[in-house]
């Protein structure tokens, strides 16, 4: 499983194991978790990169319309997931 490094404003670099990964309407999401075993927290990020960035630019989906679309997506995509929103 893929591990990723995420520092959102304010908060200390975080580490997580990417679960998932689509693309809707040409928007890139991952699904990431705190932890591969068990019932764990998990977050959709989606890529705000730019062309010319060099690393993956993610930010946390808050819209609760957006965040519930997408983890429909997530659901259907990993079929043993059910994701609590």
Known sequence: MEKIKFQSDGMEEAEFFVLEQ????????????DSEEGDAECLIL???SEAEDTDS??????????LSAVSKVFEELLEDIEIER
């Open 22 to 33: 689509t693309k809707i309407n040409g928007t890139s999401y991952i699904l990431v978790t």
């Open 46 to 48: 989606r890529d705000r």
């Open 57 to 66: 630019i993610y930010e946390i989906v808050e819209d609760d319309t957006e």
